[in-house]
């Protein structure tokens, strides 16, 4: 009997609440406006499961993530190299009375604004979906939080910095010269494995006005990288060996970052601001810059029956420091003097169906981006998304193209529909 | 001693009612909770009689004038895991967050006007938020009247706030429990827009609890029925269960 009784109370005591979700993405892309030599559409199936284990005050989470692109399934001259699996996220998390430890694999969300999130850099982005996607990659890291009344002290440590892929020269995206090869390299300044420090204070204010507020300092990896070459003379115009077999590596440089992130509350309208600031540690072409975006949203309840419409602004400024260095064209910075005008109109209905929309101006280079995105429940566990961009780049002839100048002309439609459980 | 109590009984309720009296009655009937765990189901239904179903775990920890309150969606599965949690005040506008969790993030809301309506149902903001006696004006004293057999107080209150969906509210309120039993809603053109039907109340540790409430929306012939289940009170919740590192994982 007691050997029966210790192993289920064993059991017992162990068990906890497991939670399992995910959905599975069909994802179509047809480019109405596309440069020559690439592909004119994409289609992606994209898989999501989320395990979550609780036991009191544990909780074990893990995302696991795989996509198949059509076109890597095909002749060889139109692979794009965008079917992989990775895990976004793997970590144990503790919470005692006033504090947590995190440990593992994870995805954090820093910022406050709708359009760009410039302080949203503790994760690198995959470069193998499309530019419109906020597709992070899971960072190893230990983090731990101290929980006063309205705020909370986090000391975070990333311990690697992780490779960003990029899809094969037939997709869309694929940004560089036919030219130019990239395989993921990551050049970093020490060790891959040189922790990042951050040390995080945030909370919320109790006034009149009440105010969301973050600041972060970090010393570590950037979350900004640039592209090198060793033969940089193959990208020049006019030199004999331009458009000569050229090799990329991305480099990943060494930064004290001021950030902070604040929402303030006036009435119905949120004000938002984004601001940071890098010391660079010794770069040869990288040096000191800052970047700040600030931003109102307005929301009118019950336009129409139980509608309701946000209105949204925001102005983004980057700035570098050093003019013997790389500017925001080499950096393939896009918000450095832009202005978003959007809206968002919720319908409030049963489906959860809104639009959001936008336009972008450069007020720089003369470049505006615009879109459409509809999402809607369509059927019980389905969802539906809709989305149109349009990209008209800079005409000027600069020292070194835009990024919108790379892609060309740009006209996207998308449709996404996904199964979720 | 006895008929010095008699006297004082019988002088008092010479005294009518007032609908200010009444509402702090009603306020009183409720209270006392200190916290709630419980599972919410909510069955929206058009004018067309589909019905969708969606659901809910609720946190709520009672505060003297006003409630915290941490809301997680179990269903449809598309919003399983998003998260909203609300600090009622009185004399300012709530605080209220949403945690989004396929974007890792967390979103302050600007709470100001109530009157939107809750996750595409026809109940507002401002119904799901505790009751206050506060957050209205009263004058004079209530009619009575019957519903469903049960003697009841009617009562009208405005609301404070300008930034309120309704003109008025006319509460219908058992005389002998002083629990709601109806609460028709007129809106900005005060005309009758919602009528909520309070459909049962359950005694939980002594304390009365509502086990579901059906608001219908009479100009677009949408309902929604919500519903309680597995309630328990007085659970030992304290305000750091309620605090924001709650919202995310």
Redesign the interface.
Known sequence: MKKLFFPLLMFTSLYGEVGVSGHVDLDSQFYLMHPEGKNKNSFTAKQTLELEYTHKDLTLFTSLYAQEAYYDFTKESEKTERTFARINELYAKYDFEEDAVKAGKSIEFWGALELRNITDGFNPRDFRNDMFANDKLGVYNVAYTHYFENSNLSLITKLQEEQQFMAAEPYVYYFFPSFVSYDGTLETQESKNRPSIYLKYSGSTDTEYPMDYAFIYENGYDSQRYFSTTTPQNLLVGSPTRGQPTRFVENAYIVNKFMTYDTLVVGSTLVKLEALYAKVDNNPVVGDYSHIGLGVEYTIENIYESHALGLLAEYYRYDTYESDKFSDLQLFETMQNDLFIGARYTFNNTEDSSFVGGAIFDLEYDEQSYYLKFESRVHGNFKLSCDYYYIVPSTKLLSFPTAYQFLGKHQKLGINIAYYF | MKLLTGLVLSVSTLFALTNAELAQKSKKAMDGFEDSISYMQMT?I?AAGQK?VRRMKMKVLEGKDSDKSLMEFLS??????TKFLSYEHVN??D?Q?IYLPA????K?I????K???F??SEFSYEDLGAFNPKKYKYEGSPSESSLNGKAVYVSPAIPVSKYS?YTKLISYVDKNTFLVQKIEYYDRKHELLKVGTFDAYKKISGVYRIQGITMKNVQ?DKTTILKWSDETIKNGLS??DF???YLS?
């Open positions: 929206l058009n969708k449809p599965a598309d919003v399983k895991g300012k506008d605080d967050w974007l890792h993030r967390v302050r600007a709470s100001k006007n009157s939107g309506a996750m595409g969906g677009n305000a750091r605090n924001k590192r994982r």
